[in-house]
C-alpha cells in the first residue's frame, strides 16, 4: 500500500516529474534571463524534435549595389528572393537523475523546494555547456578577414594573434574597442542596437580605472538590478555594443606565458543556434529500488555571415 506524502504525492510516478513533456519547464526556467538570444539567432523555422534533424533559418535579403545609369542603356537586373540557410542539428547529451527508494518518499514530502533547486540546477548545467560550445564556434567560423593581427578590409587592424596578444589597460581600453567596432562597420554588419561584445570578468578590474567605469557601473544599477536581467548583461551600451561579461570566455594560456582571452564581438544574427530538451522519462530499472529520470538535450549551430562575427586575442 502506498502511502500519500505532506504534498499528497505517493511517489515519484505520482509527481509532476512523470508528466508527459516536463522537460520543457527546465528550458522555460532559466530561458528569459539567458544571453544566447541576444547573441545568436535563433529563430528556426520549426520545432527541435531529435539529433541529426536538419532545421532552417531565413537569411537577410541583399538587394544588391546601385548602378550607374546612362541613357539609353539597357537595364541589369539584381535577382532578389528569399534566402533560406539549412543546418543540421548533431549534438547531444543527455543526464540521469537516480532516485533511492529510500530517498523517494523525502522528496516527494518537500516537492516544492525539491523541484525549484532541481529545475534550476538542470538548467544552468546545460546552459554552460551550450554557452561554451557557442563561443567557441564563434571564434572558429568568424571571418578571417575579422580576426588577427592583420584584420579588417585593408589588413591594417591588429586585433591579437597567438604569441603577440594585445595587453589591454584602462588607457587603451577604448582604442581597441574602436578597433573591433572598425572592423565590423567595414565588413558591412554593424547594426545599431544589434551588436555585443562578449568580454570576460578578468577585465573588471581594468575597467575600474577607466573612462568605461561609469558606464560598466561595475554591474550595478541601483534598485533596477539590471545586471541580472540577462546572465553577465551590463547596463547600457559601451561604443555601441550591448556588453555581456562572462566567465565562460574561451581562454588559453599563450606561447608568450600569458594568460590569454578570446574576445569574441558581433551581430546576433551572425550565427545561428538551436537547442533544446527533446526527451525525458521516469523509468524504474531493473535490479534497483528506486528511479532514473532521463533527458536527453540536442542542440547545433553555425555561422550564417562569418564576417558578422570579429575576434580580438586580449590579455590583461
Not at 578590409?153 to 586585433?159: D, T, V
Not at 537547442?275 to 533527458?295: E, I, N
Request: aromatic letters at 12%.
Amino acid at each position: 500500500m502506498a502511502f500519500a506524502s505532506a504534498s499528497g504525492f505517493s511517489g515519484l510516478e505520482n509527481s509532476p516529474l512523470a508528466r508527459i513533456g516536463y522537460y520543457n519547464k527546465i528550458i522555460a526556467t532559466g530561458w528569459d534571463k539567458e544571453f544566447l538570444p541576444y547573441i545568436t539567432n535563433t529563430s528556426i523555422d520549426g520545432k527541435l524534435t531529435m539529433c541529426n534533424q536538419v532545421i532552417q533559418f531565413t537569411k537577410q535579403p541583399r538587394s544588391g549595389d546601385w548602378r550607374p545609369y546612362e541613357k539609353n542603356q539597357e537595364l541589369v537586373a539584381d535577382f532578389s528572393s528569399p534566402d533560406a540557410f539549412v543546418m543540421q542539428i548533431c549534438n547531444a547529451a543527455y543526464k540521469v537523475l537516480k532516485f533511492d527508494q529510500l530517498d523517494i518518499a523525502r522528496l516527494c514530502d518537500r516537492w516544492a523546494q525539491y523541484e525549484e533547486y532541481l529545475l534550476k540546477d538542470a538548467y544552468e548545467t546545460l546552459a554552460k555547456l551550450w554557452r561554451q560550445w557557442v563561443l567557441e564556434a564563434m571564434i572558429l567560423e568568424a571571418s578571417g578577414q575579422n580576426k588577427g593581427a592583420n584584420a579588417g578590409c585593408h589588413s591594417n587592424i591588429n586585433l591579437g594573434a597567438p604569441n603577440a596578444p594585445i595587453k589591454i589597460t584602462s588607457e587603451n581600453i577604448h582604442r581597441e574597442l574602436a578597433k573591433i567596432q572598425r572592423v565590423l562597420k567595414e565588413a558591412g554588419r554593424w547594426v545599431d542596437d544589434e551588436m555585443f561584445i562578449m568580454l570576460p570578468s578578468a577585465i573588471m578590474e581594468t575597467i575600474v580605472d577607466s573612462k568605461y567605469a561609469s558606464a560598466f557601473d561595475m554591474g550595478n544599477c541601483g534598485s533596477n538590478n539590471c545586471s541580472i536581467l540577462v546572465t553577465g548583461m551590463m547596463p547600457g551600451k559601451v561604443m555601441g555594443f550591448n556588453v555581456f561579461v562572462v566567465d565562460c570566455i574561451p581562454q588559453v594560456i599563450d606561447a608568450s606565458g600569458a594568460l590569454t582571452y578570446f574576445v569574441i564581438a558581433g551581430n546576433k544574427e551572425g550565427f545561428a543556434f538551436a537547442g533544446d530538451l527533446v526527451q525525458g522519462d521516469l523509468v524504474q530499472p531493473a535490479g534497483y529500488f528506486g528511479v532514473h529520470y532521463r533527458m536527453l538535450a540536442v542542440w547545433g549551430g553555425k555561422a550564417i555571415y562569418p564576417d558578422a562575427l570579429a575576434v580580438g586575442y586580449w590579455t590583461f
